[in-house]
Structure formats: structure tokens, C-alpha cells
């Protein structure tokens, strides 16, 4: 009946019943078993997003959002009996105020797409992502979105001036505002940005620009141990104050697994054990030159490969972003993404080391990350599926003790809904399930997400 209804005003074309949903919606980065969903509906504009949700609440249809699927945490696969409703179809760039430096779009955009129409108009859309050219921009703002940049410019909120948003009634709330600054009431667009579409589906945004870099350097730096990587982060901090656009920090197991990729190499004669990659932006004045110099001279690094062209700092980068085509080798994957203070990562790395070896025969650990903003990654390839609540008790309960956090920026969906309770007080989650509640007591947004299995069914 749901289907029929959304058929007549979307178009029968946009709304396929449970025998004909692709199966490119019953996947995602994070290699779960999608269930049967009773169709999927994809509109095309604000409006239609609202007419397939008040119809949805009507009929207490739950309903699961997605945009380009890039996800690690299992929010956007279907469960059973759920809707999928896709904003691939809103994905317009509807304007650049090139006077401004602001950018409008629809949720459904590519982040390369948006990063090329900035670029077009001379500016820069400063957040950047491995999965660039297949993520959108609701799911960025969704899951308030990382990256290689924050370091410089900030997660994904703090390029979001004003957003328009449906809730799960249909109503919508249109916040586009322009401004940097706006003081008038709450903020709404921040109740929409990190909640993972339980609050309300975003379907278009008001994004902040930055200029073009002046000048970018890029270096892979040849490390011992994090004590030298924590070395050479701060000696660049203060050598270079602002110019830091990126830090990002690679162990031996990631090394020697993206050197191992069809076509790749390793950068270094001998591999080390660590290797940070470095971007600056700014300036020719020879600051990196001669602090890197510094570095080498006190034996802070051993190393260091500097990109003369942009072919070079793409070879560079193509290092980091590896991590995409390794992930893809693994036939079952956890990816922990967590957060702890910058002198605690190079502990929490060794003890996880020796956990999982000892307590997961098979597994296969690769831990890298932006360790300039706290944020560890572990691509953690399982010998079987049993071994997954183990894994997560062992990080999970590592990370707990160092007053760390779960999720650093890929959100909680599915897989971590589980253990919020480690990083969030009970208080906490209370006050996100009254938000929750308050604003779709039927809970048919995006349901069994963030913290449902936690405190019980909602």
C-alpha cells in the first residue's frame, strides 16, 4: 500500500518493490549482510523526501537513508521490512557564491563533484575523504565527516553554514542560512549534523569555502617509533604555525600491505617502521626544508621523500589512500575508528598488537590514522565472524580506559551501537533518546542505529 501511494506521486520508475531493489542498495564499504527491505524509493527533490516520510510515519513504515553507501559502521543497510530511500537523485550543486565563498547543494552530491565546481569557481571545499569520488555530502554532514584536512579546517561541521532537513513527519525545516555569523536562537542545523539521519534526513546544504592553497608541500617522513613521530609533529607545529594541513601517520603493517598492492612500491629503500605523510600549505620560504634538516640531524626522523610536482605528491598520497583497495582484499573486515589523547595512540597500538594476536589467531591488524586530531584507525581483517565481539571488546574496552572515544568520525550506526556506553555517560544517552523521541516518536528514522540495542527497543 506504502509502495502504491509514493508510486503515484514519485513515479513508478523511482519505486521498486523488494523483488526489484539493486544490489548495489544491499552493500556497503562495511561487508554486512544487507536483510529484505520492502522496497526502495529514490525522489528527487525536498518536497518528495517529505511527502515519502510523512506517508512512511503515517503507516509507521520504518525507513533506512542512504547516499553513496561509503559508510563503516552498517548505518545505511536495510534490515528487514525496511523502506530504502535514497537521495542519489538530489545531488544537484545549485549555486557558488563566488563572492561569498559559499557553496549550495543537494545531499545527494558527490564530495568530488563539490570539490570540482569550488575549485571551478576559485575556491576550495577543505574537506577531503579517501572515498571522494562515491561519498555524498548528506552522509558526510550525517556521520560529521573527517578526513585528511581537519587538522587545518575542521570536521564536516565546521563547514556547514545552514542545511535544509526533513523530519520524520514530513515536516520540513529549512535553515540555509549564508552567514558565518548567525546568533538567532538555537542553532537546528547542529541537531542534524553527527546524528546518523535518526533526527531527520538532510537533503540540502549551505557549505563554507576556503581559498585555494598558496603552495602545498608534500613529504613522507621515515620514522622509528611514535615517540619520534610525536617528535617530528610538534618541531613542524611549531616551525610552521598554521600551515600543518595534514599529519597522517602509517605503522609497518600498513606499509608493507600498500607496498604489496598490484602496482605499487615502497617509497623507501628500507622500509621503516612508521611513516608519517605531511602536508604544509603556504608560503616558499624554505621553513619545511629547514626543519626537516633539523629533524634529520637529531635523528627524529631517518628519512625523508619530498614530492617535486604534483605526479610526485599524488605517488605520495596514493600511500595513505590504500587503505581503500586493501580493505576491498579483505573478505571480512572490522573497521575501528577511535579516539584517544595524542600521547596515549603509540601504547594503545602496542597493547592492541599483542591483544589480538594472542586472543584472534588469523586476524590481521593495519593501523594508521590522522594522529595530529587523536583519531586511530584499524582496518581489522577477521579470520571468521566469530571473531568480531572479541575484537571489539579488546578495542573498545582498550579505548574505554584512556577516557577515549569510539567513534572519531565515522559515526555509530550498527556495529558500535553496542558499546556508546563507553565513551557517552548514561545521562548522555538518555538526553539523546528524548531528542530521538521529541522528534520522531515513532521511531521509523533510520531505527536500530546509535543506541537502540544498547537501552532496549525504543
Known amino acids: 500500500m506504502v509502495l502504491a501511494v509514493l508510486a503515484a506521486r514519485i513515479g513508478a520508475r523511482h519505486v521498486h518493490g523488494p523483488d526489484a531493489v539493486e544490489p548495489r542498495y544491499l552493500d556497503d564499504e562495511s561487508g554486512g549482510v544487507a536483510g529484505r527491505p520492502v522496497g526502495v524509493v529514490r525522489p528527487g527533490d525536498t518536497a518528495e523526501v517529505a511527502f515519502v516520510l510523512a506517508t512512511c510515519h503515517a503507516a509507521r513504515q520504518p525507513v533506512v537513508v542512504q547516499g553513496g553507501r561509503t559508510g563503516m559502521t552498517r548505518a545505511a543497510l536495510p534490515r528487514d521490512g525496511e523502506l530504502i530511500l535514497s537521495l542519489e537523485r538530489i545531488a544537484a550543486v545549485e549555486a557558488v557564491d563566488a563572492v561569498a565563498g559559499t557553496m549550495t547543494v543537494g545531499a545527494g552530491c558527490v564530495l568530488a563533484t563539490a570539490q570540482a565546481a569550488a575549485a571551478e569557481a576559485g575556491w576550495r571545499l577543505a574537506v577531503d575523504i579517501g572515498a571522494r569520488g562515491s561519498c555524498t555530502i548528506g552522509g558526510m554532514i550525517a556521520t560529521n565527516a573527517g578526513g585528511h584536512q581537519v587538522l587545518r579546517h575542521g570536521m564536516m561541521r565546521d563547514q556547514v553554514l545552514g542545511l535544509e532537513a526533513v523530519l520524520a513527519d514530513g515536516t520540513v525545516i529549512s535553515a540555509m542560512n549564508r552567514l558565518l555569523k548567525n546568533n538567532s536562537g538555537y542553532d537546528l542545523k547542529q541537531l542534524f549534523v553527527g546524528a546518523e539521519g535518526t533526527l531527520g534526513v538532510v537533503t540540502r546544504a549551505v557549505l563554507r569555502l576556503r581559498p585555494p592553497a598558496i603552495r602545498r608541500e608534500t613529504v613522507l617522513c621515515a620514522l622509528g617509533d611514535y615517540a619520534e613521530a610525536v617528535a617530528l609533529l610538534g618541531r613542524l607545529d611549531r616551525a610552521l604555525p598554521g600551515q600543518l594541513g595534514a599529519f597522517e601517520l602509517m605503522w609497518g603493517e600498513f606499509l608493507a600491505a600498500a607496498a604489496a598492492l598490484p602496482g605499487a612500491s ?52 596514493a600511500v595513505r589512500d590504500a587503505i581503500g583497495p586493501l580493505v576491498e582484499t579483505m573478505p571480512l573486515v572490522e573497521p575501528f575508528d577511535v579516539s584517544v589523547a595524542l600521547q596515549a595512540i603509540g601504547p594503545l597500538v602496542d597493547q592492541l598488537r599483542a591483544a589480538l594476536s594472542a586472543e584472534l589467531p588469523g586476524s590481521r591488524p593495519l593501523f594508521f590514522g590522522h594522529i595530529a586530531d587523536g583519531n586511530l584507525h ?29 567513534s572519531a568520525e565515522h559515526g555509530i550506526g550498527m556495529l558500535k551501537r553496542a558499546w556508546l556506553g563507553h565513551s557517552c555517560s548514561a545521562e548522555e544517552i538518555a538526553l539523546m533518546r528524548r531528542l530521538r523521541a521529541a522528534l520522531d516518536p515513532k521511531g521509523i528514522l533510520n531505527p536500530g542505529r546509535i543506541f537502540e540495542d544498547l537501552l532496549g527497543a525504543e
Open 266 to 317: 615502497s617509497p623507501f629503500a628500507t622500509p621503516p617502521p612508521l611513516a608519517a605523510l605531511v602536508e604544509v600549505e603556504g608560503q616558499a620560504d624554505g621553513a619545511l626544508a629547514a626543519a626537516l634538516e633539523s629533524c634529520l640531524a637529531d635523528g627524529i626522523i631517518s628519512d625523508a621523500v619530498v614530492a617535486q610536482s604534483e605526479r610526485d605528491r599524488q605517488r605520495l598520497w
Open 378 to 406: 584499524v582496518a581489522l581483517a577477521l579470520a571468521d565472524e566469530a571473531q568480531r565481539a572479541l575484537a571489539e571488546r579488546i578495542v573498545y574496552d582498550a579505548v574505554g580506559a584512556m577516557d577515549g572515544s569510539v
